[in-house]
């Protein structure tokens, strides 16, 4: 695992660069993640480019041995956009504009956005694409880190023009959605208002279908944007690698992973947690999108735990390892406490230096890890579920807590290695498959894992498993996986039968494996009881 | 008591109906309560009715021996209708419009809403007033429930003209309410906000006479809708009755029960609890607004107590019980975790469709109630003192829920049978009266209580009887009652002189009965020692 | 120590005044406080003035023995003000206007509202700046107390030159804010926002020397209008005092009382609190703004430890103390519960009513206090640290309870006198200096600090002093002051070297005196303990 961290020239008197690049030299560290918010600097008025200061501070880089993942600064329009084009910025739930002052402050469905946005990123890839010291690029920064939902007129028309090709026709939607339900029927699709709070007096909400597919489209309308920019590097920059750096799901769940990366050479995340199983679940959850190693693109230089992390991220096929950051910001949004970073406010080294120090001396020689190996238990993800609860009102559910806090923790505990998967496609290889909270059906992964258990796999579910369609709304008959893995004769849903607390394990003449259907309302104790009697 | 249902027949194809009437048929259910929100598909574009499908239901019904219910379907106003007049809208107090997605988006003060909605009254009455098979009305679904207040320009003009009514000059206005007090004194009417919050940095609150009176406004406006309703049928239904399906007072207590029923001819309410008191306080309530049978409009079909349940409001005078509702909803808000109605999602029989079976095969024979005997104990409610609590920031009490857990609630656990009253003009018959919390003088209720205690009634007030006058200002002068029943020689008010958890008891020579004067903080506890004491 | 009351003879019938007067002339009381909400009765159309009630008013009080202090009545802008230049109201942080129908509804960044406002002052003090019965000023009434912070556009603009004379060029405010962090560089003044919450999704706050600066700036603002009253009263009141009645910080805190009551001529307050150590903090830092007796302008006479209140303050310089208020309002947004004040509703003496009598009889006749004698200990308050801590999202430290809770607490409680002081200029005649929190450099401080120490002073501080600059941005580099006076040695800052609840104590050869560094995490019950040591 090769060493990185994030390094902001910009922050910076040129004079500053080779002291700095001499201490993260000294300390082994081989590559800076840069520029990812320097727009301002790099455009400081519309049209006009300042390249000279990255330019040097890339050379300055290189003449230190350090070489660069450089980064789209999208993330953060400057001013000029904004005041010229006011519709830059996104809309918030509550229908106030999200100002200019912080980052993230763009909206995904303004044209205005995505062709400047774009036009500085093809500059870069132009200028910079084919540069010897820069070895990669990452997209823009956290997408749906901050602004996850817009609710502008813009994404408005486009959410609309979403709904058109989802459903085709308004009839269809009507009838899919119930809205005969309270009169919510629809004659034209741009009738159909944002999933904002209602605002009545007392206990009021959104339709559930409608929340669902804007949490599709928010997702989608970020992952379109990721492609588009990738698009825009690929033609200049050969073979060099595109990631961006995700967030974690209890965060930036809004954003389905496998979407995101369709496009990209490598999966990034940013990762904020000390709790050793969260961490983990991360590391597995980045390997399983491609299955293949990834790179962690923040690690807080702070942690008091930095060995271990890095030993178990490491452990699970990181391959790079950027730490955030060099330097602690003294100004601006992110100054925190002025804790130590790699270095303190006054440029002394931090204990963590000493630890990237032995770590380099230890590892700087070994090869960058190319592939991963494959482990035998998979835990299954689902985007439009996690939405699918975290959106409710009466069955609110924290879908990401409940993975890897109620279940993902015992596994690591247990020391046993898991694949994390999203989809039908991700089960060869795997003995043992849970499905936890997975409540949308999906016709699909139905078949594969009937087929899976069929053929001797273990499979275990929970008793909400497929209880509702893609457009939200519950079932009315029973799949038929559950009479064909659990020999299920009631003409009821598990949920509503199965006792809390309780278990029930089928093996039916037509399979070779198991199954092991588990009441949703299961603590993480029960969860460890269970899994200690499935998995050794 | 006889039973009956909610059914949706809009959300179902027609070949259902009758598999359901079926159903509902051999459960010895022989009333449904239809087309509560059904505007969007009985009119589903400006001035085109289509009433064939509703036709249809209710032959069908007829045909499994099945009555109708009809609800009014105002509560829902179509995706046309907004568009077209966008006044419809209520607006909340943060001044945000209330949108079209959920219910209750409508502004009794909006001409375009009230006319729309009463042509559509006219023509269901038109249609089905003298159906044989429909043999009782529901008006709108639970006023108040969402939407109680509407900041709308439409309502700040209505206001203004109620406020001139009530007041006659502004004058008079800003003398009533003291408004020289921090120079709020007004020129004209029209300069008068709504009650919406300040929004100051901290600590600021709205005057409190402006907060009652738009308290009532708000009611007034109800009700004033509902009689309007009413009206548009009676030329139509003979003497069918014609209810609404009122809300708990905890919930929808901002809308005066005898007001919104004056003109209807039996009281009808919805309740959610698992509370025995509770319910059985609501009993009370509903018969006492009008002095004779009511119904209960709903009842939560997914409850573990069904049996004791309808026991406890039959024996309180509910002559028809209407259960919420034969079908979970698979989509749309009320869409909860899919738990089983009657039946479940798939149609099977619920527990409590045996329980209802059982009851309808026991009690099917028994004639409805028509009359209710009296009880020799009251409890007054008074709005007016309810709301005048609930709107104060600095002596806010939760008056339901002081009547209902700290004082009804031991009433109805020693066995005691209870009338609810509501004006002075129902003390009648009456040999033990509470009177907790009545904030607000009533000069004719001071009358009538002097005269209940000199003939030999037993009175219970509490220590902030009649503090305020009408207009939520303090009084500056101890009311004679105090004088009369209570030999109060002080020039003080109680409130302010008998100490916290004492009680005063008195019987002047002047009087036949005897006064309890409880101090208003007493607990619940301390409530159940002191009705021990005084009720046998 | 004389008291006074507030009094409100706009509320009353005038026959009623001399029967309220006589009632106070015979407690004793000498003075009341008047007319400061009276703008409407004063003023009840644009440019028409009413004397009449007021002149009677005064000269009734006259002739009970009674002074009065008048109060501009600038905090309550009359509707026709507000309707006429609705620019008057001021918007707060969620951008909505903050309406007419409460107090402070009013822009001091509005030319209209200001306008107006110095216009009646000058008419009054044109009336009754030389009336022998008027015997002082208060301006306006609690600065601060509602509205702190004006997010209107006029606002925005004198924000916006407020800036202009701060920074000189965008550019310097750029470099000295760090705006290439995150790309917020900005091209001109007029596109900086106003700090209201970005209301992103998600975890985004405001760039922290925005903050600091428009926390400096609203307190500029409140100031400068006291100060153009103070000007506009002077020509026509004489020696007459001017005060206002500012606020405890831990509700005003924004408004910086040294600034404030720079060109007045005693420092007034008000103070609710039931915490004797609470009112002792604040009657030592009424005294040390201007280093003489101050004026107590409203306690409550609700009060059950009047008594020992009364002489809680005038052991530490308060010579007049006026009480708040004669009676209960029995409307608008102060009726509260109706507790009695010094009369009761109905206008009965109250228990306070007979406190007040016994100390008037024992000390009506000393005269009034016209100097104080200092104390040996000092505790430092800083205004901009205090909001620096107070805006902070990451470093989040509630200051004012801190220095009185944490630390002035036990000062009271150990019997130790106490200074507090605002200024380097205040520090002659100390032996000890606690200056806690002082997160803002301060270069004058810094070597005054030094010199106290080297000439013998004790100087406790804590491990946070100095860390960042007046821009609220972090210093690189560690101030001279950690060398000079505890031989500090590090390249790093205190708060990350020293060990949490632990002291450093330092007495460098240079120095008579000694340092004391404590962790600023310390406890109330550290400090308890470092305090015992130190101060003995």
Redesign the interface.
Known sequence: MKLGIAY?P??EQPDQWDIDYSKLAAAGIGSVRIAE?????LE?RDGQFEWGWLDAAIERAAAHGINVVLCT?TA?????LV?KHPDVLPV??????????????RSYSSDHYVLHALRIVNRMAERYGDHPNVVAWQLDNEFG?????DFSDGARHAFHEWLGKRYGTVEALNER???????????RFD?I?L??P?????????????ELDFARFSSDSMARFAGLQAAALRPYVGDRPITTNAFMFC?GDNLNWPDLFADLDVVGMDIYSNKPHEIAFYADACRGVLGKPFWMMEYGTGTTELERDMQLVRDRGCSRFYLFKMK?????????????ELV?????PSRNYGVVQSYTAKYGHVAELMETKRAGVGLYYHFDSSWSYQLS???RIAYPDYLVHNIYRHLYEAGIQTEVVYTAQQLDGLKTLIVPLHQIYDAALEERLIAFVQEGGRLIITSDLF??NE????????PRLFAELLDWQE???A??VLAEGTVMIRRPKSSKGETWLVHRSSTAEQWKDILAGIIE
């Open positions: 902001y910009e922050h918010f320097a727009w301002a600097v400081p600064p953060c329009p400057p001013i000029w005041e918030n739930k509550q229908g106030r504009v999200i100002g200019f002052g912080a980052r993230q402050h880190g901050e602004t996850k939902y959605w119930g809205t005969t339900f309270w009169s919510q029927r629809y004659e009738q208002p999933p904002a209602i605002g009545a007096d007392v206990n009021m909400w959104q339709h559930p279908s409608l965060w602690p910001f003294p100004w601006g949004q992110e100054q925190g406490g002025g804790q130590p303190t406010l006054t440029g002394e009102v009466a069955d209880r509702k457009d939200n709304v519950y079932l009315r008959s029973v003409n009821n849903f949920g509503g």
